[in-house]
């Protein structure tokens, strides 16, 4: 079945250091969301790809969609403790239910 | 307007016991959606609601979970016998209309506790 991997679990950074967060699918992608989730917090939809090589940037955030579509990063540019959080990958392909990856756990280290 | 809330958001019960889940959707989000997510973990699709409707039940852990919901809206996911195992946090979403594609909306949860 479809697996989606997402890697590292965890990352600690020096606030104003760059991070990034890598997601992997087994199989072709339709789409992939990225979520974030603050601590005791619920997800919250932050961006879809749909489009192979697809690049979106919010902020600080720069989001790509791999040429294969099959997996997917997250950079955050200079890192502020807002940023503080697990971030989800989530993907689906046309007929298949949606697969979340484990999340990335960010701590920023002031 | 108000966001998907759930209740309770806290449950604390005794292995063996029923408990029930609640969730109230965005109004007007036709599309519903149960998770679970296991400490440190990621979320773990159960069941979507197209309208009143699930198709595919195919998620649910075991047939000691259900889910239903009715008049378009609020949703109950419904755990028997409760095993200690079922401990997690319970994420409803909503979204406009069901698709993969579509964001989903989530609720704050519900923190379940099998002791």
């Known amino acids: 079945g479809q697996q989606v991997m997402q890697i590292p679990q965890y990352q600690h950074v020096q606030e104003g250091e760059d991070f990034t967060t890598y997601c992997n699918s087994s199989?072709?992608?339709?789409?992939i969301q990225w979520y974030k989730q603050r601590p005791g917090g619920h997800p919250v939809f932050l961006i879809q790809?749909?489009?192979?090589?697809e690049v979106k940037k919010q902020k600080r955030l720069t989001f790509q969609f791999g040429e294969a579509k099959k997996n997917s990063s997250l950079h955050i540019t200079a890192t502020q403790t807002t940023d503080v959080g697990t971030y989800f990958c989530?993907?689906?392909?046309?007929?298949?239910?949606?697969?979340f990856g484990k999340g990335t756990r960010l701590h920023i280290l002031p | 307007g108000a966001g998907v809330s759930q209740s309770p958001s806290n449950k604390v019960t005794e292995k063996g016991k029923d408990v029930e889940l609640r969730c109230d959707p965005i109004?007007?989000?036709?599309?519903l959606y149960w998770y679970r997510q296991r400490l440190g973990q990621g979320l773990e699709f159960l069941i979507y609601?197209?309208?009143?409707?699930?198709?595919?039940k195919s998620g649910l852990p075991s047939d000691r979970f259900s889910a239903e919901r009715t008049g378009e809206s609020v949703s109950t996911l419904t755990i028997q016998r409760t095993q200690q195992e079922d401990s997690a946090v319970y994420l409803c979403?909503?979204?406009?209309?069901?698709?993969?594609?579509?964001?989903?909306?989530f609720g704050p949860g519900t923190r379940l506790t099998v002791t």
């Open positions: 989530a993907g689906s392909d046309r007929d298949d239910k949606i697969i």
């Open positions: 609601f197209q309208g009143n409707s699930a198709p595919d």
């Open positions: 199989t072709t992608l339709s789409n």
């Open positions: 979403a909503s979204s406009l209309f069901f698709s993969w594609s579509y964001e989903q909306y």
């Open positions: 109004s007007g989000h036709t599309a």
């Open positions: 790809l749909v489009k192979s090589g």
